[in-house]
C-alpha cells in the first residue's frame, strides 16, 4: 500500500458545527453514561468526542455511547494506535459503522512519548510519530483485503495533527485531522496544510464563568497534564509562546490562547474564530475543577447558545 493508492472510503458523518469533547465519560457509571449521552443527543450537539489513555477501551465506549442514543455520531479523539495492531482497529471501526452507519468517525493518534513508554508494558520505544503513523495506516488499509467478498470501503478517519508534517499526512491518507489545545491562528495554518476538502475538528476548552481566578485555576489545571510533553509545547512555540509561558503551571497567556473563558457570549465568539478560521467541527471541551467532573449544567446552558 502506497500514499497514492488508498482505497476508497466511507463519508465522514455529519458532525453539526458544534460537538462536546470531555474525559468525563471514562469516569461514568454505565447507566449514567447511557442517560448523560441521550440527553446530550436531544439538545442537539453534533458529535460526542474523548480521549483514550487509561480509561475505557475506547471502542467499547463508543459502542455504549452510539445504543445510548437515537442520532448523534461519535468520534474517537483519539483512538491511540498504541492500544491495538491496524487489522483490530479496521475490525472495530467497521463493526461500529455496520452497527450505526453513518454515526462513527475514527480519529486516530501517535499519543506522546511519557504516555507510550511510562504507561503502556513491554518496552516500547516511542520514536519517530510521522513514521509510525504512516506505517501503521498502510497496515490499516492493507487490511480490508482481506475482509470477505473483496475490497470494502473504509472507515473515514481523522488524524491527530499539530505540525506541518502529520497535518500533510493528514491530508493525504485520511479525510483530515483532529487538532486539540490550539488557537484560531493554528486553525488558518491547518486550513492551509489541509486544502479547501480536508476535514478540520478542532478541539477547544472552556470555563463557563466571569471569574477571573476560577478561569485562571481550571485553565492551569487543566493544562497540567499536557505542559510538558514535547508535541503541544513545540506546537505552542511555532504559535509564539516561549519558554516563559510554561513557567508555574502556566502563563495567563498561555490559558487566554488556549482556554476560552466567560460568558455564553465569549464563548460562542471563541468558537466562531475557530469557524472562521477554517475549521468544519469545533468540539468543546467544558471545564470544570477536575477531568472527572460532569459538567451537564454547562452542557445544559451552552446549548442554545451553540447551536442557535
Same mark, same amino acid.
Given at each position: 500500500?502506497?500514499?497514492? *493508492?488508498?482505497? %476508497? ?8 458545527? /458544534? ?18 449521552? *441521550? ?6 450537539? =453534533? ?30 479523539? +483519539?483512538? $491511540? ?8 482497529? $479496521? ?15 475514527? =480519529? #486516530? ?14 518496552? $516500547? ?16 488499509? @492493507?487490511? +480490508? ?24 499526512? &493528514?491530508?493525504?491518507? *485520511? ?6 489545545? /490550539? ?11 489541509? =486544502?479547501? =476538502? ?9 470555563? #463557563? ?5 476560577? %478561569? ?10 499536557? +505542559? ?18 510554561? %513557567? ?11 482556554? *476560552? ?9 471563541? +468558537?466562531?474564530?475557530?469557524?472562521? @478560521?477554517?475549521?468544519?467541527? /469545533?468540539? /468543546?471541551?467544558?471545564?470544570?475543577? &477536575?477531568?472527572?467532573? #460532569? ?14
Amino acid at each position: 500500500m502506497t500514499d497514492t *493508492a488508498a482505497p %476508497a472510503h466511507r463519508p465522514v458523518p455529519d458532525l453539526g458545527r /458544534v460537538g462536546l469533547w470531555t474525559s468525563a465519560f471514562d469516569f461514568l457509571p454505565v447507566p449514567q453514561l447511557r442517560d448523560t449521552a *441521550a440527553e446530550l443527543d436531544a439538545l442537539g450537539y =453534533g458529535a460526542l468526542w474523548w480521549g483514550e489513555t487509561v480509561g475505557r477501551e475506547t471502542f467499547t465506549q463508543a459502542l455504549l455511547l452510539l445504543e445510548s442514543s437515537p442520532r448523534i455520531p461519535v468520534a474517537t479523539g +483519539i483512538a $491511540n494506535l498504541w492500544a491495538r495492531d491496524a487489522v483490530a482497529t $479496521n475490525g472495530a471501526a467497521r463493526t461500529l459503522l455496520d452497527a450505526h452507519p453513518g454515526r462513527f468517525l475514527l =480519529g #486516530l493518534g501517535v499519543s506522546h512519548g511519557p504516555l507510550v513508554e511510562g504507561l503502556r508494558p513491554g518496552g $516500547n520505544v516511542y520514536d519517530k510519530p510521522l513514521t509510525l503513523m504512516r506505517n501503521y495506516l498502510d497496515a490499516l488499509d @492493507a487490511s +480490508i483485503y482481506f475482509a470477505a467478498g473483496g475490497e470494502l470501503p473504509r472507515p473515514p478517519r481523522v488524524l491527530a495533527a499539530l505540525g506541518p508534517r502529520m497535518l500533510e499526512l &493528514s491530508r493525504d491518507r *485520511a479525510e483530515g485531522a483532529h487538532t486539540y489545545l /490550539v488557537t484560531p491562528e493554528h486553525t488558518a495554518q491547518a486550513r492551509e496544510a489541509l =486544502g479547501a =476538502g480536508g476535514y478540520l475538528a478542532v478541539e477547544q476548552g472552556v470555563v #463557563l464563568t466571569t471569574d477571573r481566578e476560577t %478561569a485562571l485555576r481550571r485553565g492551569r489545571e487543566h493544562l497540567k497534564p499536557y +505542559i510538558n510533553l514535547p508535541n503541544y509545547r513545540n506546537n505552542w512555540l511555532r504559535l509564539g509562546l516561549t519558554e516563559a509561558d510554561f %513557567a508555574d503551571g502556566g502563563s495567563e497567556r498561555l490559558v487566554d490562547l488556549l482556554v *476560552a473563558s466567560g460568558d455564553e457570549a465569549a464563548i460562542r465568539t471563541r +468558537i466562531d474564530a475557530h469557524h472562521a @478560521a477554517g475549521a468544519d467541527h /469545533v468540539c /468543546v471541551q467544558v471545564l470544570g475543577e &477536575s477531568m472527572v467532573d #460532569l459538567p451537564m449544567d454547562d452542557w445544559r446552558t451552552l446549548a442554545p447558545a451553540l447551536l442557535g
